[in-house]
């Protein structure tokens, strides 16, 4: 089954507080929600990357956070680095390196992730110590639970839960079905 009508809506609509990639314009939007230690998104994160690279100004991303702390002990505090990075204009950037390194998400890898990346270390380490920005992790994490989220990855395609496989074909396949549906639905101009 793919994002349809009858799948679950995302309750809380993409807003200005969300983390985007991609332009505010394009047709389809995919939200993510993650975790930062689950193997399933660690596959999902190429097949994401790879769909952006063959769809470009068609495809914004959103991702937000959903670390499952019962199972993946370094979720949270890994969501939250990303977090600290993002206040210092590097959300993507430290997001890719962790999917990239699943294996290193301990404070000492977090710390020399940020340091690899330039940023300031001693505000990381001290937002990271203070849990900054543990509230907005977790308010990400409740409208995940509210849009019907209880496993990562779960995508949501222009508002509806896709609930087909992950893979690049499955989800190149539903995009594809939500930009033919979005260019049937756009009122066509007339000229006078």
Excluded at 87 to 106: G, I, V
């Amino acid at each position: 089954m793919t994002a349809t009508s009858a799948s679950p809506r995302l309750t809380v609509p993409v807003n200005g507080s969300d983390h985007a990639l991609g332009p505010i314009t394009a047709p389809v939007t995919l939200v993510e929600y993650g975790d930062f230690e689950c193997p399933h998104c660690g596959r999902a994160y190429y097949v994401v990357k790879s769909l952006k690279v063959r769809l470009g100004p068609h495809l914004r991303i959103i991702f937000r956070h959903f670390p499952l702390t019962t199972i993946h002990p370094h979720a949270f505090r890994a969501a939250e680095a990303t977090e600290a990075a993002a206040a210092q204009d590097a959300f993507w950037p430290m997001h890719d390196t962790l999917y990239e390194h699943q294996e290193s998400l301990d404070q000492a890898s977090l710390v020399r992730a940020a340091a690899t990346m330039g940023l300031e270390r001693r505000r990381f380490v001290d937002e990271l110590e203070r849990g900054v920005y543990a509230q907005r992790v977790r308010e990400q994490f409740m409208t995940g639970v509210r849009s019907g989220v209880n496993g990562t990855p779960t995508f949501f395609i222009n508002g509806f839960r896709h609930n087909g496989g992950y893979d690049f074909d499955t989800l190149f396949e539903a995009v594809q079905r939500a930009l033919a549906a979005g260019e049937r639905d756009r009122p066509v101009s007339r000229r006078f």
